[in-house]
């Protein structure tokens, strides 16, 4: 049997086990096998969660859903039964169209190992059906992509003052002081006026930050404050009442606060931005204790 084997390139334990095996015999790894029940309440957790966030993918959807069951001692669910649940049942989001690829190099890192080494920001437009227009500005941290600070009006504008009146807010409530003291810490923002003003500059440097600038034509050089635009004006501003200005910007506290506190990202693990701030206090508690 051996020389037999060995030119058809089998195992003889593989053609023992066919002699044997008897001629109803089905490959289990062939069969999938689904659990009714299990799915149907996983359906209807699913569903509780698009509802309220209709723009949330199966990624995030089961995100939430097993932060809910980790709070009642269930296991995780892995994400390709996420999958197939919601596509078995239209749940899915269309695919994003593909990006185009830009012909410029971009081959630099925006995040950061550490939170409080290098911050961002970006300002956005909010058009109300009225015909007025928000304008924000935000910090963000590149390592636990909190926002830490932000500013609104009603004004088609980004001048420099709301962006200065903004800097001293995150620097007071992570280091607890008017100063960064002996941190190397970066503000990387794009080439606009409020940010590139010597007004701006000058208080950058007072704090003890690093203004950074992108280079000309490449957002992709600030791309955490870029995406995070994209991201709010998709999660949050489309779901948001437009009616007014003033209506707006009542609505935006709770925007950011949800963004912080409840948004699952990729790059924390599906962990929001207070989430995992809260993680990194713990693991250092607890090699300080150790």
């Known amino acids: ?26 490959d289990g790894r062939t069969i999938q096998t689904f659990y009714q029940p299990a799915d149907a309440i996983l359906v209807d957790a699913v569903r509780a969660e ?9 990624r995030r959807a089961g995100a939430l859903v097993n932060r809910t069951r980790a709070l009642m001692g ?21 695919k994003a169209p593909k990006r185009p690829v830009s012909s410029r190099v971009h081959n630099g ?13 970006d300002g956005f437009e909010i ?7 928000v304008t924000g500005v935000f910090m963000k941290d590149c390592c636990d992509r909190e926002i830490i600070a932000w500013r609104a009006w ?3 504008d ?9 800097l001293v807010e995150p620097v007071e409530a992570r280091f607890g002081q008017a100063s960064v003291g002996s941190t190397r810490l970066e503000f990387l923002s794009d080439n606009g006026g409020a940010y590139r003003a010597h007004e701006t500059h000058a208080l950058v440097r007072a704090l003890g930050i690093e203004p950074v600038h992108t280079p000309v034509c490449s957002p992709q050089s600030n791309g955490i404050a870029e995406s995070f635009v994209n991201t709010f004006k998709r999660d949050y501003v489309n779901l948001l009442d437009r009616s007014s200005a003033e209506i707006v910007l009542a609505q935006l506290p709770d925007a950011f606060m949800h963004f912080n506190e409840v948004h699952p990202h990729s790059v924390l693990k ?21």
Not at 270 to 290: C, D, T, V, Y
Request: overall charge positive.
């Open 1 to 26: 049997m051996k020389p037999v084997c060995s030119a058809l390139g089998v195992a003889r334990s593989h053609v023992t086990q066919l002699l044997v095996r008897p001629a109803d015999w089905i």
């Open 50 to 58: 698009i509802t309220v966030l209709p723009t949330y993918g199966y």
């Open 109 to 121: 890192v925006v995040a950061v190992e550490e939170p409080n080494q290098r911050w961002c920001s």
């Open 158 to 166: 980004l001048p420099g003052e709301p962006v200065r009146d903004m």
């Open 154 to 156: 009603v004004e088609r």
């Open 270 to 290: 599906w962990k929001s931005p207070r989430m995992f701030r809260r993680e990194l206090a713990r693991r250092a508690q607890e090699s300080g204790a150790n």
């Open 74 to 94: 269930l296991p995780a669910i892995n994400h390709k039964r996420f999958y197939r649940v919601m596509k078995a049942n239209s749940l899915l989001l269309p």
């Open 127 to 133: 058009a109300c059906d009225n015909g007025e227009v």
